[in-house]
């Protein structure tokens, strides 16, 4: 009997939902806004980030993922079943099949919590796929191959990379430093030389319109609102790129070390693969300006941004899904 098959990228900043014949259907904020005292839930995704910073003391807009994985269980059940329903449509009456993205780094618990929490949610199987898999078959790479190829999937709340050949992860690292620490650097960068509070929205616009990673001769400026923490009123300032660079290096540089760990564990045959084939960047916080740049900078090794790096997970589970009884046998769980 024909069963619906649904792939979520269940990202810590954002969630893409994908659909096999119909592509990426849904791309909204892994936020729920939920009433209190009540804990009802009152709007999901796009809508709920709406209320980040605007909303009355019994409204509370939460992101229910921390780094990667589950904080609080009974929101995020909430939300699959929000984009579960949104995929399926209003009729549908069996089950579907759900491929689930998730960190390198998890743990069997946090595998366990993210199951079970999809089963609830109205998925008939959950499989559970670590994202560096995800990503690099988003982003095209033959992963069964036998000579390696290193994947860089920078996020929301992790940057995780990875050393793939022969259908499995080598080697690899997880760091819990990616597009919300770089946005709460932002913040803590206005508060500090301007004395401006500024909330998470300005600095994320902030960070997309002209956030660089490295400093440049032509500065990029924009405009950014806040209250003044003297007077306490709003205040404008004009802020330029090479101060979002400065902001962002003491993480940028973490990630750097984080590969630099990476290359250190694994075989010299597949470092060689990788210094001739170069890094390939996944992932929303990829988009940062110059990235590929600062990372050829301190590594030595050409870095390429993946077609629609933002997509790439969520393409992966589409291609996963698409082969589903093929993938089964690498797939880390189904129960």
């Not at 998890?106 to 199951?115: F, K, S």
């Not at 988003?138 to 920078?154: E, L």
């Amino acid at each position: 009997m024909f069963r619906k098959k649904i792939g979520i990228d269940l990202g810590t900043a954002n969630t893409v939902v994908f659909v096999p014949g119909r592509g990426f259907i849904i791309n909204e904020p892994t936020i729920v806004a939920l009433t209190r005292p009540e804990n009802t839930v009152l709007a999901v995704g796009a809508e709920a980030k709406e209320m980040i910073g605007r909303t009355p003391e019994e409204i509370v807009a939460y992101r229910p993922l921390k780094d990667g994985v589950i904080a609080d269980y009974y929101i995020t059940r909430a939300m699959l079943q929000y984009f579960i329903n949104k995929a399926s449509g209003a009729f549908s009456i069996l089950r579907p099949d759900v491929v689930i993205s998730v960190p390198a780094g998890i743990t069997q618990t946090e595998r366990r919590a993210v199951m079970n929490a999809a089963r609830e949610a109205g998925a008939g199987s959950a499989f559970i796929v670590r994202e560096p898999i995800l990503a690099a078959l988003g982003a095209g790479i033959p992963i069964n191959a036998r000579s390696g190829n290193m994947i860089v999937n920078v996020g929301g709340g992790t940057s995780e990379q990875a050393v793939i050949a022969l259908g499995n992860i080598v080697s690899w690292a997880s760091l819990r430093v990616a597009g919300n620490k770089f946005d709460q650097s932002i913040m803590d960068y206005v508060k500090k030389k301007y004395n401006l509070a500024i909330g998470e929205q300005t600095a994320e616009n902030v960070k997309i319109q002209i956030g660089s990673a490295i400093p440049l001769k032509e500065k990029m400026e924009a405009r950014v609102r806040g209250r003044d923490l003297v007077t306490g009123l709003p205040k404008d300032i004009m802020i330029n790129s090479n101060e979002i660079a400065e902001a962002l290096n003491p993480l940028l540089i973490d990630i750097v070390a984080s590969v630099q760990n990476v290359f250190n564990e694994t075989p010299p045959e597949l470092v060689a693969d990788i210094m001739e084939k170069g890094i390939i960047l996944s992932g929303g916080s990829v988009q940062l300006h110059h990235m590929p740049e600062f990372l050829e900078r301190y590594l030595g090794v050409q870095a390429y941004v993946a077609e629609d790096p933002l997509f790439c997970v969520a393409k992966g589970t589409g291609l996963i899904l698409n082969h589903l009884d093929t993938y089964k046998r690498t797939l880390l769980n189904k129960k």
